[in-house]
Each structure stands twice: as structure tokens, then as C-alpha cells.
């Protein structure tokens, strides 16, 4: 990819559905929290430099990863500034609007609970200042300053259920999402090891979730688990992540229930779930027309960005400028947003075509 595909990449605007908070936190942040708990102590910091800087990890190393990430960011200051960095991050490569998920987390030893968590995220939302932020229906914040129109961006949270969790905990987010929808929460996300736990015991809750009206995202097929890919499928969320190990009964299925897919090149590479990019799962959906999203998964454990998953696509699968915008333009469709949120997207790109060349 050259640089100024790259710059174009980065210049077109964007619909980011799939990035989890915790690993879309910047590699200096990391490092500057893990210096500050190394010095009191809690941590080593060597230990903890070497596996952030680590580039190749398969995807059970990079879920433990997940596990030291958490013990750097899990107080509320902490949430609250990765969310504020991450929005600004997305913000600056020009995605218009970020669907951000993240698991709410109990933690009793510093008083914190799954609503104090989702409360600090919040915090971190409003405290961005570099973009105007649209982060709940009627929350539209006035996108003039002094005559000029500022940059926008539209963000709406999905609550992640850990497949480590209990049903219990499960109904617990669930009823906290519920609780936050006029905070910008749409939907429901099941994420975490996917060789941890079963779907039966999540069901309960996603079922409740969308009997209220949630939206529902799984992370679906990062293993080959045939039977678990089958009932997910026959649940039919609104979008599903990944779909990388199904046989053939199920692609056909998926195909026919023609189910948005959240597609991650680099995170699929990097854990090996996929083996080349050449033989990546994108050039049939693609072909055949299925609905898919490009997006980023982990943008600061894999090191990219959504205009670098842009970047990717075209000089993998020899996307030039049109086919990219349309790509981009096409996400719209799939958000967890009313109509008239479509629309503003819809008038943003058709803005943006004649600025770009
Ligand atoms: C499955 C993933 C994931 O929620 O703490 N997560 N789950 N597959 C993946 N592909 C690589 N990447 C991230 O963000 C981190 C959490 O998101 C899930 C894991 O549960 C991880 O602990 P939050 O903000």
C-alpha cells in the first residue's frame, strides 16, 4: 500500500462496527500505565513491555494479553481516559461513526461495579473535545463553533457478555444496557475465548435482549465449533463477527440468512484464525455480494487502524478508490441506528465524494 492510498484511506470517511475498547488502546498508553504500576510494584514492567510489543500471537495468547491489559486499565480514571483516547483516535482517521464495545466489569477491592464502569466510559465520552460527539438520540450537539462546521462523529456502545460469564452475569449486562439507552447503548455483544463456555447458558439473556428490542452481535465462527456456529445462526442476530472456521452447511446458511458480517483481516491474520489473507473468507462474501463491514477488532493489540484495513483490502483483493468508498458507504446499512442517523451518513459520504479525488 502506498502512501497516498494510504492518505486516502485515511481521508475517506468511515463506519467503524466492530472494535472492542480495551484493545483499541494506544501502545503509549499502555506503556505509561504499566510504568506507573511498575513502580509501585503491582506489576514488572519488562515483562509486561515484551508482550505488548510481542507481534505475532496466536489468539489464545492474545485473549491472556487481554487479561494484563485489564489489570493496567481497570480503574475508573483509567476507563475513562482509554475511552475519551479511543473515540479521539477514531475520530481523527475520520470515521464518522463508531459502534464501541466493551465488557462492564465488577470489581469489589476498588468499589467498582458493572454500572460505575459503563458510568466511567461514559465520563470519558463526554470528555472528548476534539470532534463534536452525537452519542444518544437526542443528544445532536451543535456542530458549529464561530461559523465553521467541526468534525463529527456519532458513537453508540454495544455491552460485551465474556463467554466466562454466568447466565446470571449475562442478564446482569443485559439489564444494564437496558438501563443505559439513552445513553447511547444499542446493542449486545458475546465475545471472549471462544473455546470458554457454552451457548446455552447465554441464551437467556440474548434472548431477553432482543425481546427488549437490543440489537445482537455475536462473535461467531473463530473456532470450527460446528454446532455452536449452527444455533448461532439459526438465532439470527443482526450481525455476526469474524466468520472464519465454517464448513460448508453452515456458510450456505449464513449465506441464505444473509446475515451482516463484521470482517477483521488484520485480527484474523495476526491469531492465525486465517492462514494467508489470500484465501480469506472476504473475497467470497465480497463476490457474492453479502453484506460485510470492514473493521478493526483490536486496533492497538494488532497495531492498525480502520484506514489500514482499507488499505489492506484494496492491495489484497485489488480494490481500487470506487470500490472502497462504496464499501465504506454500504456499512451504513448495518449500523445499530435509526433511519435518520442512516440518512446523516448517507449526506456525509455523498459530501465527502467531492472532496475527494
Ligand atoms: C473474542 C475478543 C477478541 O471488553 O475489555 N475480545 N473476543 N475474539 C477476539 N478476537 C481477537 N478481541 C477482544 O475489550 C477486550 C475484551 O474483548 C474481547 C475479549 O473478551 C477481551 O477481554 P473490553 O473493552
Not at 16 to 39: I, Y
Not at 332 to 353: C, E
Request: aromatic fraction near 8%.
Amino acid at each position: 500500500m502506498n502512501r497516498e492510498n494510504m492518505e486516502w484511506c485515511v481521508s475517506m470517511p468511515k463506519v467503524e462496527l466492530h472494535a472492542h475498547l480495551n484493545g483499541s488502546v494506544r501502545n503509549s498508553t499502555l506503556f505509561e500505565l504499566a510504568r506507573a504500576l511498575g513502580e509501585k510494584g503491582v506489576i514488572v514492567f519488562s515483562d509486561v513491555e515484551n508482550v505488548i510489543m510481542k507481534d505475532d500471537r496466536t489468539l489464545h495468547e492474545v485473549l491472556k494479553l487481554f487479561d494484563l491489559i485489564h489489570i493496567l486499565t481497570t480503574d475508573h480514571s483509567t476507563i475513562t481516559r482509554i475511552t475519551k483516547e479511543v473515540i479521539e483516535d477514531f475520530a481523527s482517521e475520520n470515521v464518522v461513526y463508531l459502534e464501541l464495545r466493551t465488557t462492564p466489569k465488577r470489581n469489589g477491592s476498588i468499589g467498582m461495579s458493572k454500572r460505575s464502569y459503563m458510568d466511567a466510559v461514559m465520563e470519558g465520552l463526554r470528555a472528548v473535545n476534539s470532534v463534536d460527539v452525537d452519542y444518544c438520540p437526542t443528544g445532536l450537539k451543535n456542530d458549529t463553533v464561530n461559523g465553521t462546521a467541526r468534525k463529527k462523529i456519532y458513537v453508540r456502545f454495544l455491552l460485551s457478555i465474556d463467554r466466562r460469564e454466568s447466565t446470571e452475569a449475562a442478564m446482569e449486562t443485559v439489564k444494564l444496557a437496558l438501563e443505559m439507552r439513552d445513553l447511547g447503548v444499542v446493542g449486545i455483544d458475546l465475545s471472549g475465548n471462544p473455546i470458554v463456555g457454552n451457548w446455552g447458558t447465554f441464551l437467556p439473556a440474548l434472548k431477553f435482549a432482543r425481546e427488549q428490542g437490543l440489537y445482537i452481535t455475536l462473535h461467531c465462527g473463530e473456532v470450527p465449533n460446528q454446532e455452536e456456529i449452527k444455533a448461532m445462526i439459526e438465532f439470527l442476530p443482526q450481525r455476526i463477527g469474524h466468520a472464519c472456521c465454517f464448513d460448508k452447511e453452515n456458510w450456505k446458511k449464513l449465506k441464505t440468512a444473509k446475515i451482516p458480517v463484521e470482517i477483521c483481516l488484520t485480527s484474523n491474520i495476526r491469531t492465525e484464525t486465517i492462514s494467508s489473507i489470500d484465501i480469506h473468507h472476504f473475497v467470497d462474501l465480497y463476490k457474492e455480494k453479502h453484506p460485510l463491514a470492514l473493521c478493526t477488532d483490536d486496533s492497538g493489540v494488532f497495531s492498525t487502524s480502520l484506514s489500514g484495513e482499507y488499505g489492506l483490502a484494496s492491495s489484497a483483493f485489488s480494490l481500487g478508490k470506487t470500490e472502497m468508498f462504496q464499501l465504506a458507504e454500504n456499512a451504513i446499512d448495518f449500523i445499530f441506528s435509526d433511519d435518520g442517523v442512516k440518512a446523516n451518513l448517507r449526506a456525509t459520504f455523498k459530501a465527502s465524494v467531492e472532496k475527494l479525488d
